[in-house]
Nanobody, 127 residues
Framework: QVQLVESGGALVQAGGSLRLSCAAS????????MGWFRQAPGKGREFVAS????????YYADTVKGRFTISRDNAKNTVALQMTSLKPEDTARYYC????????????????????WGQGTQVTVSS
């Protein structure tokens, strides 16, 4: 079993920056890929970004590309999401996830391909 704990959520003004962190209790063959998803009130959970532990390969949703950066620290088993140029539409609860989806875009964005989830951290962007 792998536990994921997110931190770093906050209230921030539009145009500001925020850094989220996800601490994983362990890395296993079933957690080759780490992802960030988000869920706004009344909406479904959507993919934000993913990263591969070993290679560091990354993939982003078009809505955050160029503004968000996902990174990992293999020694600490942590994954970070650096968010810049935040917009009110980025307001959501952000979840960290771990799994082993094939490195194919259509599968990386699929919630069902991730086996472990954190409790989430709230990000609110005011206009």
């Amino acid at each position: 079993q792998v536990q994921l704990v997110e931190s770093g959520g906050a209230l921030v003004q539009a145009g500001g920056s925020l850094r989220l962190s996800c601490a994983a209790s362990a890395r296993t063959e079933r957690t080759d890929v780490m992802g960030w998803f988000r869920q706004a009130p009344g909406k479904g959970r959507e993919f934000v970004a993913s990263i591969r532990w070993n290679s560091g390969s990354t993939y982003y949703a078009d809505t955050v590309k160029g503004r968000f950066t996902i990174s990992r620290d293999n020694a600490k088993n942590t994954v970070a999401l650096q968010m810049t140029s935040l917009k009110p539409e980025d307001t959501a609860r952000y979840y960290c996830a771990a799994g082993r989806p094939p490195w194919v875009s259509q599968l990386l964005v699929s919630i069902s391909k991730y086996d472990y989830w954190g409790q989430g951290t709230q990000v609110t962007v005011s206009s």
